[in-house]
């Protein structure tokens, strides 16, 4: 089977200018992701878990190495993708789910989530449509939907987050605690539409400070802890 | 480091806006060195730097007010082709005029005052060479619709409005007949917060539902990570760094650049 991610020798570190140092944030990284496969990155606070996601999503420019894609254009090395490539690929390919939503002022919760749909080409009454399904399947209360997320509390702006980001099944989701601040129903949503983009080939790399919300999912858990980076397969992992 | 000539190789639609290599000296100051950028059809490039960085500079440039001592521009339009910069005063305007739309700073710069606001949008059509008075008041009022403008107000002049309301025009006129590319020179300085979210949002719109291309200076970093899908950031005439907008925020690369993101409040 054809990899969906081949990571190789992924390092990353960053400059701090205004104090004239270097600090690493993982070095020397390799795995490879199969579609509907579902990775979860293990280590301690500070061993690089998130970095390496935002890594691979481009937020952070890696230092060397490489992040072999299978795209439908064929495999393209996301380190070193031209920005509009890379741009491409994120409103068509690659998901990113953080616990933090970058909510525009003035602009309602159906709305930011019907937006990656809208960017899509998608038609403005078919994407409201979606965006108030997935509102309701995350427990959002139909009389906010047309209301400004930037007033809401963190469960319910982790809702519209999660709503907007899954609202499209994509070849490659990369999950930052995504479970983060949210009730046992939102969460039960949540695993149950990442089992469904599972089975339908999603490959999934996921962060969470309690794997057990999605145990069932996980298939291979990698431990980013510097000096004891391993691969273990599910079935020996105790989490 | 700066990704900004790179050739991408999934996306095949070639760049709209084409500026290689410009340089432009005012005197003894050097206003722009080798300065180059590709913007995409449908996307927002965000212009950063502080005062004096060149980036109003070369957004005149690409409105074509402005020749640079070299340097080429090119934009990838039916019937539009060459550089630029080579083009006659008469050309020149003519392209402005019909496939470029501005929204300045100043509101006095791109609108007549005293004239009335929906005449003001309709300048523009009439420039284009639309003679019809019904379908002129039509499309001009569509258009400050679109803009978000009160349309009860469509006959005062600007002189008589807000200055977010005076945007709301000078953002009607630009996009009155579709520009291909829209370029917006600080276009929320000076406006309240409430304004300027608004201004945004319907800039956020616009491009969503109409897929204008703009380039949008500011150096208000908030106003650049809303809507910008890439970043390039100036200083002192030449690019530092670009990027995707959550790169140059999150892991910019650059020391002026760390120093600029972290000094937003």
Redesign the interface.
């Given at each position: 089977m054809t990899h969906v991610l081949d990571i190789r020798s992924l390092t990353k570190g960053?400059?701090?200018?205004?104090l004239g140092s270097k600090m690493q944030a993982f070095a020397d990284v390799s795995f490879t992701v199969d579609p509907g496969e579902f990775v979860l990155l293990k280590g301690a606070n500070g061993a690089g878990k998130s970095t390496l996601l935002?890594s691979l999503y481009?937020?952070?420019?890696a230092q060397s190495g490489q992040i072999l894609f299978q795209?439908d254009?064929g495999q393209?090395d996301l380190a070193q993708?031209?920005?509009?490539?890379?741009?491409?690929?994120r409103r068509t390919e690659i998901g990113f789910v953080t616990q933090f939503l970058l909510a525009?002022?003035?602009?309602s919760a159906e709305a930011v989530v019907a937006?990656p749909l809208?960017?899509a080409g998608v038609n403005a009454t078919n994407a409201l449509d979606q965006a108030r399904h997935w509102l309701e399947t995350f427990g959002v209360k139909p009389e906010l939907w047309r209301a400004y997320p930037t007033t809401f509390s963190g469960g319910e702006q982790q809702k519209v987050n999660l709503a907007r980001a899954l609202i499209r099944p994509q070849k490659l989701l990369l999950l930052d605690e995504p479970t983060a601040s949210l009730d046992a129903n939102a969460r039960a949503a949540l695993v149950t539409r990442l089992a469904d983009l599972k089975s339908g080939g999603t490959a999934m790399i996921g962060v969470f400070h309690h794997p057990g919300d999605v145990e069932k999912l996980i298939d291979r858990v990698i431990d980013l802890t510097p000096e004891t980076q391993t691969e273990v397969v599910r079935d020996d992992v105790v989490i | 480091m700066t990704?900004v000539m790179?050739?991408?190789?999934?996306?095949t639609t070639k760049p709209l806006v084409v500026v290689r290599n410009v340089d432009k000296n005012y005197g003894s100051v050097q206003a722009l060195r080798q300065v180059s950028a590709l913007v995409?059809p449908g996307?927002v490039l965000g212009i950063v730097g502080e005062s004096g960085s060149g980036k109003s500079t070369l957004l005149r440039m690409m409105n074509l007010e402005e020749t640079p001592d070299s340097g080429t521009y090119t934009l990838d339009l039916p019937d539009v082709s060459g550089n630029l910069f080579e083009l006659d005063r008469f050309a020149r305007r003519m392209l402005c005029a019909t496939r470029i739309g501005i929204v300045y700073q100043n509101p006095h710069h791109g609108l007549l005052m005293r004239h009335s606001s929906s005449g003001n949008v309709a300048e523009r059509l009439l420039v284009a060479g639309e003679r019809n008075f019904a379908t002129l008041r039509a499309k001009a009022k569509s258009a400050l619709a679109a803009s978000e403008f009160p349309l009860e107000r469509l006959d005062a002049p600007p002189i008589e409005l807000s200055g977010g309301m005076q945007q709301r025009v000078q953002l009607a006129k630009a996009i009155a007949l579709e520009p291909a590319l829209l370029l917006l020179d600080e276009p929320t300085t000076g406006l309240d917060?409430s304004v300027q979210?608004?201004v945004?949002?319907t800039l956020?719109r616009l491009q969503?539902e109409r897929r204008i291309t703009m380039v949008i200076v500011s150096h208000d970093l908030g106003v650049i990570r809303?809507v910008a899908?890439?970043v390039m950031v100036m200083r002192r005439g030449e690019v530092v760094e670009?990027?995707?907008v959550?790169?140059i925020f999150?892991?910019p690369?650059?020391?002026y650049t760390?120093?600029l993101v972290?000094a937003k409040l």
């Amino acid at each position: 089977m054809t990899h969906v991610l081949d990571i190789r020798s992924l390092t990353k570190g960053f400059v701090m200018h205004h104090l004239g140092s270097k600090m690493q944030a993982f070095a020397d990284v390799s795995f490879t992701v199969d579609p509907g496969e579902f990775v979860l990155l293990k280590g301690a606070n500070g061993a690089g878990k998130s970095t390496l996601l935002r890594s691979l999503y481009r937020s952070y420019l890696a230092q060397s190495g490489q992040i072999l894609f299978q795209s439908d254009h064929g495999q393209i090395d996301l380190a070193q993708a031209a920005d509009v490539d890379i741009a491409h690929l994120r409103r068509t390919e690659i998901g990113f789910v953080t616990q933090f939503l970058l909510a525009r002022p003035r602009v309602s919760a159906e709305a930011v989530v019907a937006e990656p749909l809208r960017m899509a080409g998608v038609n403005a009454t078919n994407a409201l449509d979606q965006a108030r399904h997935w509102l309701e399947t995350f427990g959002v209360k139909p009389e906010l939907w047309r209301a400004y997320p930037t007033t809401f509390s963190g469960g319910e702006q982790q809702k519209v987050n999660l709503a907007r980001a899954l609202i499209r099944p994509q070849k490659l989701l990369l999950l930052d605690e995504p479970t983060a601040s949210l009730d046992a129903n939102a969460r039960a949503a949540l695993v149950t539409r990442l089992a469904d983009l599972k089975s339908g080939g999603t490959a999934m790399i996921g962060v969470f400070h309690h794997p057990g919300d999605v145990e069932k999912l996980i298939d291979r858990v990698i431990d980013l802890t510097p000096e004891t980076q391993t691969e273990v397969v599910r079935d020996d992992v105790v989490i | 480091m700066t990704r900004v000539m790179d050739a991408p190789r999934i996306v095949t639609t070639k760049p709209l806006v084409v500026v290689r290599n410009v340089d432009k000296n005012y005197g003894s100051v050097q206003a722009l060195r080798q300065v180059s950028a590709l913007v995409y059809p449908g996307e927002v490039l965000g212009i950063v730097g502080e005062s004096g960085s060149g980036k109003s500079t070369l957004l005149r440039m690409m409105n074509l007010e402005e020749t640079p001592d070299s340097g080429t521009y090119t934009l990838d339009l039916p019937d539009v082709s060459g550089n630029l910069f080579e083009l006659d005063r008469f050309a020149r305007r003519m392209l402005c005029a019909t496939r470029i739309g501005i929204v300045y700073q100043n509101p006095h710069h791109g609108l007549l005052m005293r004239h009335s606001s929906s005449g003001n949008v309709a300048e523009r059509l009439l420039v284009a060479g639309e003679r019809n008075f019904a379908t002129l008041r039509a499309k001009a009022k569509s258009a400050l619709a679109a803009s978000e403008f009160p349309l009860e107000r469509l006959d005062a002049p600007p002189i008589e409005l807000s200055g977010g309301m005076q945007q709301r025009v000078q953002l009607a006129k630009a996009i009155a007949l579709e520009p291909a590319l829209l370029l917006l020179d600080e276009p929320t300085t000076g406006l309240d917060v409430s304004v300027q979210a608004l201004v945004l949002d319907t800039l956020k719109r616009l491009q969503q539902e109409r897929r204008i291309t703009m380039v949008i200076v500011s150096h208000d970093l908030g106003v650049i990570r809303t809507v910008a899908d890439r970043v390039m950031v100036m200083r002192r005439g030449e690019v530092v760094e670009a990027g995707l907008v959550d790169q140059i925020f999150q892991d910019p690369q650059h020391a002026y650049t760390q120093q600029l993101v972290h000094a937003k409040l």
